[in-house]
């Protein structure tokens, strides 16, 4: 199995920014890709961020140019550094891997708890 723990969150004023981390631990053969998800209430869970172990990211049009991913592989961990951050950014951010735990196995997906991110003044 594969457990993902994130921290960072927080509350922070329009315009701050926040650096959220996500770490994987457990039995992990391979980490394929990691991602950001976020919920607001009432909304679907929708995609942030994700980066494969290529190094290779794509970000939800709304936090282009804002929000950055990134993924040390040397100890499992996935970043989201986010910049410029907007009151519409408010979420619950959920932190998942795609691994694999040994060679033979299919790949799956794994979620955090989640973090809560409030921008507010």
């Known amino acids: 199995q594969v457990q993902l723990v994130e921290s960072g969150g927080g509350l922070v004023q329009p315009g701050g920014s926040l650096r959220l981390s996500c770490v994987a631990s457990?039995?992990?053969?391979?980490?394929?890709?990691m991602g950001w998800y976020r919920q607001a209430p009432g909304k679907q869970r929708e995609l942030v961020a994700v980066i494969i172990s290529s190094g290779s990211t794509n970000y939800a049009d709304s936090v282009k140019g804002r929000f950055a991913i990134s993924l040390d592989g040397a100890v499992n961990t996935a970043s989201l550094q986010m910049n410029s951050l907007k009151p519409e950014d408010t979420a619950v951010y959920y932190c998942?891997?795609?691994?694999?735990?040994?060679?033979?196995?299919?790949?799956?997906?794994?979620w955090g708890q989640g973090t809560q991110v409030t921008v507010s003044s």
């Open positions: 998942s891997a795609n691994a694999k735990v040994s060679a033979v196995t299919s790949p799956n997906n794994y």
């Open positions: 457990g039995s992990i053969f391979r980490i394929n890709a």
